[in-house]
């Protein structure tokens, strides 16, 4: 995807470590957003940023946190693993109006086992 | 009342028909609309926008939004293989930055 890129791509991780995926732009878009995205109850949003340092929770915060700290990366971190977070997670990025929507990554697809 | 309803299929439809996918959404604040569409194992990309009512074509594609009926739909024409994917539309009130999705309709076309 152009301009946006999700790493790692796959993780298997236990329960009760800590994880953090990486979504990394090149838009120099000013919003930045964590989906994750689980059969049955499609995208939902779980942290989001509108600048550095500028950050608010989603419908799914819980047991999530995210950091930027440079307009180009947005990372988010799993505190503690728990097999409820095994998902697809979806980084997506938006110039500022939402009008012609936003731009998603690849994906990072996590297993807690 | 979910702001965003679409039928998650599946919806099998022989080759070279025409595919009809559709939304209904309760917030008539709504202006902007989209269409994405999600490969298996591939991020969302964006199919096609349109701001409030009307039809908008490109190429096999056709998106249509009432917003008298708070219905959006989405036309395929000639479908092939290749648009074998999920379907998920989308919309905004373009005051923000805020995107509600519906969950995705999958779609088989059949050779």
């Known amino acids: 995807d152009a301009g946006i890129t999700q790493s790692p791509r796959h993780k298997v991780t236990e329960t009760g470590t800590p994880v953090t995926l990486r979504c990394h732009q090149t838009?120099?878009?000013?919003?930045m957003y964590w989906y994750r995205q689980d059969p049955g109850h499609g995208l939902r949003l779980i942290h989001y940023?509108?600048?550095?340092?500028?950050?608010d929770k989603g419908e799914v915060s819980d047991g999530y946190s995210v950091s930027r700290s440079k307009t180009e990366d947005f990372l988010l971190t799993l505190e503690s693993a728990t097999s409820s977070q095994t998902s697809v997670y979806f980084c997506?990025?938006?110039?500022?109006?939402?009008?012609?929507?936003?731009?998603f990554g690849s994906g990072t697809r996590l297993t807690v086992v | 009342q979910k702001e965003v309803e679409q039928d998650p299929g599946p919806l099998s439809v022989p080759e070279g028909a025409i595919v009809s996918l559709n939304c209904t959404y309760s917030?008539?604040?709504?202006?902007?609309f989209m269409w994405y569409r999600q490969y298996s194992r591939k991020g969302p990309e964006l199919l096609m926008y349109?701001?409030?009512?009307g039809n908008k074509e490109d190429g096999r594609f056709t998106a249509q939004v009432d917003k008298s009926s708070k219905y959006i739909s989405l036309f395929i024409r000639d479908s092939q293989p290749s648009d074998s994917a999920t379907y998920l539309c989308?919309?905004?009130?373009?005051?923000?930055?805020?995107?509600?999705f519906g969950k995705g309709t999958r779609l088989h076309i059949l050779p």
């Open positions: 997506a990025i938006s110039p500022g109006t939402a009008r012609h929507g936003y731009t």
């Open positions: 838009e120099n878009h000013r919003y």
């Open positions: 940023s509108y600048g550095v340092k500028d950050t």
């Open positions: 917030n008539s604040a709504f202006q902007y």
């Open positions: 349109t701001y409030s009512s």
């Open positions: 989308a919309m905004s009130e373009g005051r923000d930055d805020k995107i509600i």
